[in-house]
């Protein structure tokens, strides 16, 4: 996971933002929100001819209806890239449209209840403290990669009853597709097919021996018609959730410890008031969510006013409508008792993340084990944090220094 | 005295978010897909009113009415 700048095709440096975005700018990976408030303060939707042209909502209220409308706006794509291939790799029900998304959606919410989480949350305490054991001797880490990057991939793992010990594995795959597949598109490819088969062989060992896990759980599901799911199907649910459920809730983490080792006041006061934790968590997804999805228009329409055409890709910025002011005052700030909070960290509309649960439950305990072991901490100014690019952003170089050292 | 609350999730609106449940688990709950539902006919206990409130304003979806009887 090295520098993504050195090998992923160039694009143009952006001089107007407003007229040109760029998500994948580096000003943009690792500094986004003054660019945000930027195009906010020019217009509710901005247009950029990069991508084969892409619109973007700069508001709450644009990103609210474009999630809530599904007629104009397809899930078929969900990614903005430089290619738009014909061909599409399903990954239902984060994929489908109505009428095929709510069966779909509806096998995969029963796993993922908080009541279902309450039960995952003991194994996810356990591998918090088996991952700060391994440095907290040290004074110092890389939290990115010895602590945040771990937890939601064995987490996931666990779940679904694959080795954790196979997560770099995932990781990878994850990075090829998210980050690099932007890009370039037979990474993409390449990383997909290796989950395909990864996937295929979990599924034929429990066809004859099955277990008690969600693989299994999926392969038993019934369709409306009474049908056992097509292995396709099953296969794209599995890819969506290791896809979606690793470098999300990884960068969730991150940025949260990332603004708690940069606020000294925010993290005094979490260590110091733990009931604080269900409020800070919300608050630190309104202000660092990670996921920007896409849609794309299907049937003309108009955003705010401006008519937006079949064809194009829209950028739906859910960290960017989450910092704007009108729907969140002080939006630039991060108040962690924040009273009214309706942020859309998860989505808006029938695509709310599946896993929202699941990540609250792994932010919470991530953070609540590193407050309890790691109470005073700070960045480390010899290291460099770095940012990842395009759909999700986090952390992926975060420096630390702690105990005697901090 | 102060008024009477009832709360009703509206059904076509939730999208299983769950934070009214997590803000006010006495006065909702949820089914087997996650999606909230208000417990009971709704009518909001005295003393929770507040909570009722709260689970108002946080819902993403603005799916959650409260109403003075």
Known sequence: MSDAASYLPKHPPVNDWVNDFDHTDPRWTENPFPIWDELRASSPIVHTERFLGCYMPTTYEAVRAIANDTEHFSSRRIIV??????????????????????????????????DA????????????????????????????????????????????????????????????????????????????????????????????????????TLMNARDKNGQPL?????????????????????????????????????????????????????????????????????????????????????????????????????????VLDRKENRHAAFGLGIHRCVGSNLARMEMTVALEEWLKRIPDFRLDPAGKVTWSEGTVRGPRQLPMLFGQAA | MAAKLKIRVDQDKCQGHARCKSLAPELFELDEYGNAHEVGDGTVPAGLEDKAWLAQTNCPE???????E
Not at chain 1, 251 to 258: C, E, F, Q, Y
Not at chain 1, 288 to 315: D, F, Q, W
């Open chain 1, 81 to 114: 890239r430089d290619v738009r291939p014909e061909q599409l790799a399903k990954a239902p029900p984060i994929t489908s449209d109505p009428p095929e998304h709510k069966p779909a959606k509806q096998l995969l919410l029963p796993p993922f209840t908080p």
């Open chain 1, 117 to 216: 989480m309450k039960k995952l949350e003991p194994r996810v305490r356990a591998i918090c403290n088996e991952l700060i054991d391994e440095f907290i001797a040290d004074g110092k880490c890389d939290a990115a990669a010895r602590y945040t990057k771990h937890i939601p991939v064995r987490a996931i793992a666990h779940m679904l009853g694959i080795p954790e010990s196979d997560g770099d594995l995932f990781i990878q795959w994850i990075h090829d597709i998210l980050e690099r597949g932007i890009k370039d598109h037979e990474t993409l490819m390449k990383a997909a097919e290796a989950m395909d088969g990864y996937f295929a062989e979990h599924i034929e060992r429990r066809k004859t021996q099955p277990s008690d896990d969600l693989i299994t």
């Open chain 1, 230 to 334: 097509q292995d396709e199907h099953v296969r794209g649910s599995l890819r969506l959730l290791l896809i979606a459920g690793i470098d999300t809730t990884w960068s969730a983490i991150g940025s949260s410890l990332w603004h708690l080792a940069r606020t000294p006041a925010d993290r005094e006061r979490l260590a110091r008031e733990p009931k604080l934790m269900p409020s800070a968590v919300e608050e630190l997804l309104r202000a660092y969510s990670p996921v920007t999805m896409a849609r794309e228009v299907v049937k003309e329409t108009s955003v705010s006013g401006c008519p937006v055409k079949p064809g194009n890709m829209v950028l739906l910025s859910f960290p960017a409508a989450n910092r704007d002011p009108v729907m969140f005052p002080d939006a630039d700030k991060v």
């Open chain 2, 62 to 68: 603005i799916a959650i009415e409260v109403t003075e």
